[in-house]
């Protein structure tokens, strides 16, 4: 327990609880958004009442995740300046105006049109609520991006200057467009998208399975499944070139990736280890499973392609190798379960065409706890990949120009053991509360209310009858049966 008097391993460890905490609600809050405003465009095009009763059900989930990622994001902002001050004041030319863009250009644009989303259903017209929702969608994104320029940055720094121990700006254009931001937000973008349809397919089919609300389920459940079958593989591909990249931009975090100890020789190509037991301090991996060939295979496209060895690098500019070769792994496992199970699904779906309605799809027990499952392993590939990311980088805060032991500020131990105890309280209970107020939104199910207004075919908007026009069950019966109609179309 001699990490427990160490300031900079307490200091770390804060930081990266709030980071792994946090990090697990916005890419559904970013994510959900897109589908929200699909969702809403369709309802305003269409005029079909099954795509606003979609809306309105998934909005309760935004709700609680925007909330909770927007409470447990403001002591990050905080940790900069009180366990990170040396660095605060080293980059605070760039990373003080990059998070200022986050928070005035992304996060105020989709703080003021939560408002209209939110509350505006009977006050403005369905196509300015649509614009609401869009802006909403469109801040959430831009907020990742803004957040992703950071931390790539860190990743591969480029357009500053060390000047007297301060990161003097050379190229603005250069650094926020540094060569990690491509992979980095491309990745961590697709994985928000992912993260989402998989949620949205894994709550179907808890109805589904239980047989609740199935005619409502089934095409949010189809739309999920099809738009995974492009967007699971398209992350695979991604991933695969961000680790490519690795090689030119980061080839000590590639060799902890894949504890790939000694660069091959020429003509040679590396082992890829699917499983290992890598030994930081012997500089070898005890035992591995490995495919020949296959590392320099994956990271240069060519049998024989050189990839660095960690021994090229000294010991103190080696990254930790447990951590980030397992997490990595995860993440991996996690990815290919997702995918296949959307191809398994679709080609169930294709094959039983004529026969897959609601109650077959609902007796596909095995299929269904399948996606219950993915829900969970994709979060775990979110939380394993940031892990991948952020501990390979070890030990620059900025990679190659700053240690992160540089960066720190020197605080006593137990100042800084106390507030994580209390980050860990704070989280503890809003994580709790969120997961309650989830749970109750997913056993309640949807509201079959009226939309505030009908679009009609020339654009005008007409009121729609009040639910309290109708006797309570003639109104279930016609949103029963109007659901049912339009959820097989």
Do not use: C
Not at 110 to 129: C, D, Q, S, T, Y
Not at 168 to 196: C, K, Q, R
Not at 394 to 415: D, F
């Amino acid at each position: 327990m001699d990490w427990l008097q160490h300031p900079e391993l307490l200091a770390r460890a804060q930081f990266g609880f709030i980071a792994m905490f946090h990090i697990l609600w916005p890419p559904l809050t970013i994510g959900l958004a897109l589908i929200l405003f699909g969702l809403e465009t369709a309802w305003v095009k269409t005029g079909k009442a099954v795509y606003y009763h979609q809306t309105k059900f998934w909005t309760k989930l935004f709700l609680i995740n925007f909330g909770v990622g927007v409470i447990s994001g403001i002591p990050m902002e905080f940790s900069f300046g009180t366990n990170w001050g040396p660095f605060s004041t080293a980059s605070g030319d760039f990373m003080g105006n990059i998070l200022g863009f986050e928070t005035a250009m992304a996060f105020m644009l989709e703080a003021g049109f939560l408002g209209i989303m939110l509350f505006g259903w009977n006050r403005v017209g369905p196509k300015m609520h649509l614009f609401a929702t869009g802006m909403v969608a469109f801040g959430s994104t831009l907020s990742a991006f803004w957040i992703m320029v950071a931390n790539s940055w860190m990743q591969t720094p480029a357009g500053v200057k060390l000047v007297d121990g301060q990161f003097a700006i050379t190229d603005w254009l250069a650094a926020v467009l540094n060569p990690d931001l491509p992979y980095g937000f491309g990745h961590m973008f697709t994985a928000a998208i992912e993260l989402s349809l998989v949620v949205m397919a894994g709550v179907s089919a808890y109805y589904l399975l239980n047989k609740r609300h199935a005619e409502f389920f089934r095409p949010a459940f189809k739309w999920a499944v099809v738009a995974l079958f492009i967007v699971a593989p398209l992350q695979i591909l991604i991933g695969d070139s961000a680790g490519s990249a690795l090689a030119d931009t980061q080839p000590a975090k590639l060799a902890a990736i894949e504890a790939h100890w000694h660069t091959n020789k020429p003509g040679e190509g590396a082992p890829w280890a699917l499983l290992a037991i890598p030994n930081q301090s012997a500089q070898k991996n005890d035992w591995a499973l490995e495919i020949p060939d296959g590392l320099s295979l994956i990271a240069t496209k060519t049998l024989t392609g050189k990839v660095v060895g960690l021994t090229h690098f000294k010991p103190e500019d080696q990254p930790p190798v447990w951590i980030p070769f397992y997490a990595f792994r995860v993440m991996v496992a996690a990815g290919v379960f997702v995918a296949f199970m959307a191809f398994w699904t679709l080609w169930m779906l294709w094959r039983g065409r004529e026969r897959m309605t609601a109650a077959r799809i609902s007796d596909n027990k095995w299929l269904l706890r399948g996606w219950l499952l993915a829900v969970p392993a994709v979060y775990a590939a979110v939380e394993a990949g940031w892990m991948t990311r952020e501990i390979g980088r070890q030990p620059w805060i900025v990679y190659g120009m700053m240690r992160t032991s540089e960066g720190v500020s020197h605080l006593p131990a137990g100042t800084v053991l106390w507030s994580l105890s209390m980050y860990a309280l704070f989280y503890a209970v809003i994580g709790i509360a969120a997961l309650v107020f989830a749970s109750r939104t997913i056993r309640k199910g949807p509201d079959f209310d009226a939309p505030p207004h009908q679009p009609t075919a020339r654009g005008h908007r007409a009121p729609a009858t009040p639910p309290a026009a109708l006797p309570a069950h003639t109104a279930a019966l016609a949103g029963s049966t109007q659901l049912a109609v339009e959820g097989g179309q």
